[in-house]
Protein backbone atom coordinates (compact mmCIF):
# COMPACT_ATOMS: atom_id res chain seq x y z
CA UNK A 1 0.00 0.00 0.00
CA UNK A 2 1.47 3.19 -1.00
CA UNK A 3 1.52 5.99 2.20
CA UNK A 4 -1.57 8.06 2.51
CA UNK A 5 0.73 11.15 4.00
CA UNK A 6 1.91 12.33 0.22
CA UNK A 7 0.75 15.86 -1.50
CA UNK A 8 -0.71 14.37 -4.19
CA UNK A 9 -3.44 11.50 -4.96
CA UNK A 10 -2.78 8.21 -4.10
CA UNK A 11 -4.98 6.16 -6.73
CA UNK A 12 -5.16 2.31 -6.79
CA UNK A 13 -6.62 0.09 -9.43
CA UNK A 14 -7.03 -3.57 -8.64
CA UNK A 15 -8.20 -6.32 -11.06
CA UNK A 16 -8.72 -10.12 -11.47
CA UNK A 17 -9.26 -11.92 -14.19
CA UNK A 18 -10.43 -15.55 -15.19
CA UNK A 19 -11.02 -17.51 -17.96
CA UNK A 20 -15.50 -18.35 -18.23
CA UNK A 21 -16.99 -20.55 -21.18
CA UNK A 22 -14.12 -19.62 -23.27
CA UNK A 23 -13.81 -15.68 -23.08
CA UNK A 24 -11.83 -14.00 -20.39
CA UNK A 25 -13.66 -11.98 -17.79
CA UNK A 26 -12.86 -9.61 -14.75
CA UNK A 27 -14.32 -10.96 -11.92
CA UNK A 28 -13.49 -8.76 -9.68
CA UNK A 29 -12.57 -5.09 -9.47
CA UNK A 30 -11.33 -2.14 -7.26
CA UNK A 31 -10.34 1.56 -8.27
CA UNK A 32 -9.74 5.04 -6.39
CA UNK A 33 -9.21 8.31 -7.92
CA UNK A 34 -7.46 9.23 -10.71
CA UNK A 35 -8.31 5.66 -11.68
CA UNK A 36 -11.16 4.83 -14.25
CA UNK A 37 -12.28 1.30 -15.29
CA UNK A 38 -13.23 0.30 -18.30
CA UNK A 39 -15.17 -3.37 -19.22
CA UNK A 40 -13.29 -5.32 -21.47
CA UNK A 41 -13.16 -5.22 -25.54
CA UNK A 42 -12.84 -8.30 -27.25
CA UNK A 43 -10.97 -7.84 -30.75
CA UNK A 44 -11.24 -11.52 -31.65
CA UNK A 45 -12.47 -14.75 -31.21
CA UNK A 46 -9.77 -15.68 -28.70
CA UNK A 47 -12.15 -14.36 -26.17
CA UNK A 48 -8.80 -12.30 -24.85
CA UNK A 49 -9.96 -9.48 -22.53
CA UNK A 50 -8.55 -6.62 -23.69
CA UNK A 51 -8.48 -3.46 -21.07
CA UNK A 52 -7.93 0.31 -20.86
CA UNK A 53 -5.69 1.63 -18.33
CA UNK A 54 -7.42 5.09 -18.23
CA UNK A 55 -6.49 8.10 -16.18
CA UNK A 56 -8.15 10.90 -16.70
CA UNK A 57 -6.45 13.21 -14.67
CA UNK A 58 -3.62 13.92 -17.67
CA UNK A 59 -0.78 12.89 -15.87
CA UNK A 60 1.30 12.42 -12.69
CA UNK A 61 2.21 15.80 -10.34
CA UNK A 62 4.48 15.20 -7.56
CA UNK A 63 3.59 13.46 -4.43
CA UNK A 64 1.46 11.02 -6.34
CA UNK A 65 1.22 7.51 -5.79
CA UNK A 66 0.00 5.28 -8.48
CA UNK A 67 -0.81 1.64 -8.03
CA UNK A 68 -1.62 -1.07 -9.98
CA UNK A 69 -2.15 -4.94 -8.46
CA UNK A 70 -3.50 -7.39 -11.52
CA UNK A 71 -4.10 -11.13 -11.33
CA UNK A 72 -4.52 -13.58 -13.97
CA UNK A 73 -6.31 -16.99 -12.76
CA UNK A 74 -5.84 -20.03 -14.48
CA UNK A 75 -5.57 -19.84 -18.37
CA UNK A 76 -7.01 -16.61 -18.68
CA UNK A 77 -5.91 -14.41 -21.83
CA UNK A 78 -5.11 -10.48 -21.02
CA UNK A 79 -4.12 -7.59 -23.18
CA UNK A 80 -3.44 -4.46 -21.60
CA UNK A 81 -2.76 -1.05 -23.32
CA UNK A 82 -3.64 2.95 -22.81
CA UNK A 83 -5.12 5.39 -24.49
CA UNK A 84 -2.31 8.11 -24.15
CA UNK A 85 1.03 8.84 -23.37
CA UNK A 86 1.88 8.47 -19.16
CA UNK A 87 2.77 12.42 -18.77
CA UNK A 88 4.82 13.13 -15.24
CA UNK A 89 4.87 16.67 -14.91
CA UNK A 90 7.26 19.11 -13.32
CA UNK A 91 7.83 18.70 -9.65
CA UNK A 92 9.60 21.13 -7.01
CA UNK A 93 10.42 18.37 -4.69
CA UNK A 94 8.48 15.42 -4.53
CA UNK A 95 8.57 12.69 -6.86
CA UNK A 96 5.71 10.60 -8.59
CA UNK A 97 5.79 6.90 -8.42
CA UNK A 98 3.67 4.22 -9.83
CA UNK A 99 4.20 0.69 -8.82
CA UNK A 100 2.75 -2.24 -10.85
CA UNK A 101 2.63 -5.87 -9.29
CA UNK A 102 1.09 -8.48 -12.30
CA UNK A 103 0.82 -11.83 -11.03
CA UNK A 104 0.13 -14.29 -14.14
CA UNK A 105 -1.29 -17.78 -13.21
CA UNK A 106 -1.07 -21.35 -14.78
CA UNK A 107 -1.30 -21.53 -18.67
CA UNK A 108 -1.86 -17.94 -18.62
CA UNK A 109 -1.61 -14.77 -20.94
CA UNK A 110 -0.54 -11.34 -20.13
CA UNK A 111 -0.18 -8.89 -23.43
CA UNK A 112 1.08 -5.51 -21.25
CA UNK A 113 1.82 -2.94 -23.63
CA UNK A 114 0.44 0.45 -22.69
CA UNK A 115 1.59 3.97 -24.37
CA UNK A 116 5.13 5.43 -22.98
CA UNK A 117 5.83 7.62 -20.76
CA UNK A 118 6.86 11.59 -21.05
CA UNK A 119 8.75 12.87 -18.57
CA UNK A 120 7.97 16.70 -18.69
CA UNK A 121 11.45 19.38 -17.85
CA UNK A 122 11.54 19.40 -13.99
CA UNK A 123 9.61 16.15 -13.56
CA UNK A 124 10.58 13.20 -10.66
CA UNK A 125 9.59 9.93 -11.30
CA UNK A 126 9.68 6.26 -9.91
CA UNK A 127 8.04 3.37 -11.37
CA UNK A 128 8.36 -0.41 -10.59
CA UNK A 129 6.92 -3.29 -12.58
CA UNK A 130 7.11 -6.92 -10.63
CA UNK A 131 5.94 -9.76 -12.08
CA UNK A 132 5.48 -12.96 -10.85
CA UNK A 133 4.37 -16.22 -13.35
CA UNK A 134 3.34 -19.28 -12.92
CA UNK A 135 4.39 -22.33 -14.78
CA UNK A 136 3.65 -22.51 -18.19
CA UNK A 137 2.36 -18.53 -17.87
CA UNK A 138 3.41 -16.00 -20.51
CA UNK A 139 4.10 -12.49 -20.25
CA UNK A 140 4.77 -10.06 -23.33
CA UNK A 141 5.76 -6.84 -21.85
CA UNK A 142 6.57 -3.56 -23.34
CA UNK A 143 8.41 -0.59 -21.25
CA UNK A 144 8.81 2.50 -23.17
CA UNK A 145 9.95 5.85 -22.33
CA UNK A 146 10.56 9.44 -24.08
CA UNK A 147 12.93 12.03 -23.66
CA UNK A 148 10.64 14.55 -22.69
CA UNK A 149 8.77 17.06 -25.03
CA UNK A 150 10.71 17.83 -28.15
CA UNK A 151 8.53 20.30 -29.68
CA UNK A 152 9.40 22.58 -26.31
CA UNK A 153 13.03 21.26 -26.53
CA UNK A 154 12.97 19.36 -23.21
CA UNK A 155 14.85 16.38 -24.25
CA UNK A 156 16.38 14.69 -21.57
CA UNK A 157 15.22 17.58 -19.24
CA UNK A 158 13.55 15.93 -15.76
CA UNK A 159 15.41 16.49 -13.05
CA UNK A 160 15.12 12.25 -12.29
CA UNK A 161 13.48 8.90 -13.29
CA UNK A 162 14.02 5.31 -11.81
CA UNK A 163 12.31 2.56 -13.31
CA UNK A 164 12.65 -0.77 -12.57
CA UNK A 165 11.48 -4.22 -14.13
CA UNK A 166 11.43 -7.49 -12.13
CA UNK A 167 10.11 -10.81 -13.95
CA UNK A 168 10.08 -14.23 -11.87
CA UNK A 169 9.02 -17.60 -12.93
CA UNK A 170 7.79 -20.04 -11.62
CA UNK A 171 11.43 -21.71 -10.38
CA UNK A 172 12.65 -18.72 -8.95
CA UNK A 173 14.43 -17.48 -12.44
CA UNK A 174 14.44 -13.73 -12.52
CA UNK A 175 15.34 -11.15 -15.06
CA UNK A 176 15.74 -7.65 -13.70
CA UNK A 177 16.01 -4.02 -15.45
CA UNK A 178 17.09 -1.50 -13.30
CA UNK A 179 18.63 1.97 -14.02
CA UNK A 180 18.61 5.74 -12.68
CA UNK A 181 18.68 8.55 -14.96
CA UNK A 182 19.95 12.32 -13.45
CA UNK A 183 20.39 14.13 -16.71
CA UNK A 184 21.62 17.44 -15.17
CA UNK A 185 24.28 15.46 -12.64
CA UNK A 186 27.83 15.63 -13.22
CA UNK A 187 28.27 12.51 -15.92
CA UNK A 188 26.01 15.59 -18.13
CA UNK A 189 24.55 13.21 -20.46
CA UNK A 190 22.32 9.72 -20.43
CA UNK A 191 25.56 7.73 -22.29
CA UNK A 192 24.98 6.39 -25.91
CA UNK A 193 20.51 7.02 -25.34
CA UNK A 194 21.18 10.70 -24.90
CA UNK A 195 21.39 11.17 -29.12
CA UNK A 196 17.81 9.57 -29.25
CA UNK A 197 14.48 10.26 -28.01
CA UNK A 198 12.67 7.00 -27.44
CA UNK A 199 13.73 3.60 -25.42
CA UNK A 200 12.06 0.83 -24.80
CA UNK A 201 12.12 -2.65 -23.66
CA UNK A 202 10.04 -5.58 -24.45
CA UNK A 203 10.47 -8.51 -22.73
CA UNK A 204 8.74 -12.34 -23.88
CA UNK A 205 8.67 -14.96 -20.76
CA UNK A 206 7.71 -18.53 -20.95
CA UNK A 207 9.24 -21.57 -19.23
CA UNK A 208 7.06 -24.03 -21.41
CA UNK A 209 7.92 -23.06 -24.14
CA UNK A 210 10.28 -25.04 -26.42
CA UNK A 211 14.04 -23.69 -26.95
CA UNK A 212 13.68 -24.15 -30.53
CA UNK A 213 10.70 -21.85 -30.51
CA UNK A 214 12.54 -19.60 -28.68
CA UNK A 215 15.80 -19.71 -31.14
CA UNK A 216 13.91 -19.81 -34.46
CA UNK A 217 11.90 -16.55 -32.68
CA UNK A 218 15.09 -14.78 -31.93
CA UNK A 219 16.46 -15.67 -35.21
CA UNK A 220 13.31 -13.60 -36.93
CA UNK A 221 13.56 -10.54 -34.54
CA UNK A 222 17.37 -10.46 -34.73
CA UNK A 223 17.00 -10.51 -39.17
CA UNK A 224 14.41 -7.57 -38.70
CA UNK A 225 16.37 -5.63 -36.07
CA UNK A 226 19.34 -6.09 -38.46
CA UNK A 227 17.87 -4.08 -41.45
CA UNK A 228 16.54 -1.08 -39.71
CA UNK A 229 16.12 2.33 -40.93
CA UNK A 230 18.31 5.09 -39.24
CA UNK A 231 15.47 6.44 -37.51
CA UNK A 232 15.35 3.10 -35.26
CA UNK A 233 18.23 0.63 -34.05
CA UNK A 234 17.49 -2.36 -32.09
CA UNK A 235 19.03 -5.67 -30.40
CA UNK A 236 17.78 -9.06 -28.96
CA UNK A 237 19.53 -11.26 -26.81
CA UNK A 238 18.34 -14.37 -24.49
CA UNK A 239 17.81 -13.48 -20.76
CA UNK A 240 18.27 -15.57 -17.48
CA UNK A 241 14.60 -16.73 -17.96
CA UNK A 242 13.18 -18.46 -20.32
CA UNK A 243 12.50 -15.99 -23.69
CA UNK A 244 13.85 -13.24 -25.22
CA UNK A 245 14.53 -9.53 -24.37
CA UNK A 246 14.27 -7.01 -27.00
CA UNK A 247 15.47 -3.26 -26.44
CA UNK A 248 14.89 -0.72 -29.32
CA UNK A 249 16.00 2.89 -29.50
CA UNK A 250 14.00 5.21 -32.26
CA UNK A 251 13.88 8.45 -33.05
CA UNK A 252 10.25 9.21 -33.14
CA UNK A 253 6.97 8.26 -31.44
CA UNK A 254 5.43 6.79 -35.07
CA UNK A 255 8.84 4.43 -36.04
CA UNK A 256 9.12 3.08 -32.18
CA UNK A 257 5.26 2.21 -32.12
CA UNK A 258 5.98 0.48 -35.86
CA UNK A 259 8.51 -1.61 -34.94
CA UNK A 260 6.49 -3.29 -31.67
CA UNK A 261 3.35 -4.00 -33.80
CA UNK A 262 6.08 -5.67 -35.98
CA UNK A 263 7.70 -7.83 -33.81
CA UNK A 264 4.41 -8.39 -31.42
CA UNK A 265 2.90 -9.76 -34.44
CA UNK A 266 6.03 -12.03 -34.78
CA UNK A 267 5.95 -13.07 -31.40
CA UNK A 268 2.06 -13.91 -31.38
CA UNK A 269 2.47 -16.11 -34.49
CA UNK A 270 5.71 -17.83 -32.78
CA UNK A 271 3.53 -18.79 -29.73
CA UNK A 272 -0.21 -19.20 -30.29
CA UNK A 273 -0.60 -19.09 -34.41
CA UNK A 274 -2.27 -15.60 -33.48
CA UNK A 275 -2.78 -12.96 -35.68
CA UNK A 276 -1.49 -9.25 -35.29
CA UNK A 277 -4.27 -7.27 -33.48
CA UNK A 278 -4.69 -3.75 -33.97
CA UNK A 279 -5.76 -1.92 -30.56
CA UNK A 280 -8.77 0.29 -30.62
CA UNK A 281 -7.45 3.53 -28.13
CA UNK A 282 -11.26 4.59 -27.12
Known amino acids: MLSTESVGRVG ?3 LEYAKRDHQTVITRSYCTTPW ?9 ETGSAYTLLVNPSGGLVG ?20 PSANR ?11 IITLTVGPGAILEWLPEHTIPFAGSRFRQSIHATLASGATIVLWDALASGRMARDERWAFTDLENEIHITTASGEALVERYALEPASDLGCVGLVEEWDYVASFYIVNDAVSPEIWAELESKCAAMLENLPGQVLGGVSTPPVPGLAI ?15 LLWAKVREALWNLPPVSLRKY
Open 88 to 98: VYRSEGKLSEQ
Open 36 to 44: HLLPPIYLD
Open 63 to 82: GDGLSIDMNLDRDAHVLISS
Open 247 to 261: KLLARTAPDLTHMLD
Open 12 to 14: ELR
